[in-house]
C-alpha cells in the first residue's frame, strides 16, 4: 500500500513540476523585452510639446545606422532636425500645396509633421537592385523600435519629403539638410512624446505561411 501511494505521489509530482516547467515557459515568452516592444509599438500622430533631448535623437539615429543593410555599403544619410522655425516652414509650403494637412479643427495643431517636436530625416542614392530603399525601411525600424523602448513615439511619413523633393518653395528646407550628391530624401521618422495610446491595428496572420 505504502508503495502504490509512493508511486501516486511521485507521478503527481512530475505531473506538477511539467506544468510549472511549461508555465515559465510561457512567462518568460511574454516577459521577453524586445517582443514586447515589437507588440507594442504604434504608429503616434499625436505628440504634446516637450522636446526630446538631442543625446536622445543621437542615440536613435545611431540605433538606426546599425541596422542589416546590403554589403555593409551603409548608403545612407541622416539629419536629425528639431528646430521647430524648420517644422514650421515646411508645414506652410505644404499647406499650400495639401490643405488638408492642416487641421483647423485641432486646437493642437503645430505642423504637418503630426506635431512631432523632432525628426530624422533619410537619404540614400538610386540603385537598379533597390537595396537602398530596403536599408532605409530597416534603419527606419530600427528607429522606431529604439524610440518605443526610451518610452517615446514615431511616426514614418512619406508627405513632407515628397512635398519637399518637388515644390520649388520647399528647396530652401531640402538644401538645409546637405544631403551628399546623388542622394534624395526618402522618408521622414517624426519623433517625441506621445499625446495618444491608439489601440493596435489587426494583422492578417494568414499572410504568413510554411513551406514544407
Avoid at 533597390?130 to 534603419?139: D, E, F, I, K, R
Avoid at 538645409?176 to 521618422?189: A, D, M, T
Wanted: aromatic share 6%; net charge negative.
Amino acid at each position: 500500500m505504502n508503495k502504490i501511494i509512493t508511486v501516486i505521489c511521485c507521478a503527481a509530482i512530475c505531473i506538477i513540476a511539467a506544468g510549472c516547467a511549461d508555465k515559465t515557459k510561457k512567462e518568460s515568452e511574454m516577459e521577453n523585452p524586445v517582443i514586447e516592444n515589437i507588440y507594442a509599438r504604434r504608429s503616434i500622430r499625436h505628440y504634446t510639446d516637450q522636446q526630446v533631448p538631442r543625446e536622445i535623437l543621437q542615440k536613435l539615429a545611431e540605433c538606426g545606422v546599425n541596422a542589416p543593410n546590403a554589403m555593409n555599403k551603409q548608403e545612407w544619410e541622416l539629419r536629425i532636425i528639431d528646430n521647430p522655425e524648420y517644422f514650421n516652414g515646411v508645414t506652410e509650403v505644404m499647406k499650400e500645396i495639401m490643405p488638408y494637412v492642416a487641421n483647423n479643427d485641432d486646437p493642437k495643431f503645430r505642423n504637418a509633421f503630426r506635431n512631432a517636436t523632432a525628426a530624422i530625416a533619410v537619404a540614400c542614392p538610386d540603385d537598379e537592385s533597390g537595396m537602398s530603399l530596403v536599408n532605409v525601411g530597416l534603419l527606419c525600424e530600427n528607429i522606431c523600435l529604439a524610440a518605443q523602448s526610451l518610452g517615446l513615439g514615431t511616426v514614418v511619413m512619406g508627405g513632407p519629403p515628397m512635398v519637399m523633393n518637388s515644390a520649388p518653395q520647399a528647396k530652401p528646407f531640402l538644401d538645409k539638410l546637405c544631403f551628399s550628391e546623388g542622394y534624395k530624401l526618402r522618408i521622414i521618422v517624426g519623433i517625441g512624446y506621445p499625446d495618444e495610446a491608439p489601440d493596435a491595428k489587426p494583422r492578417d496572420l494568414e499572410k504568413i505561411k510554411f513551406v514544407d
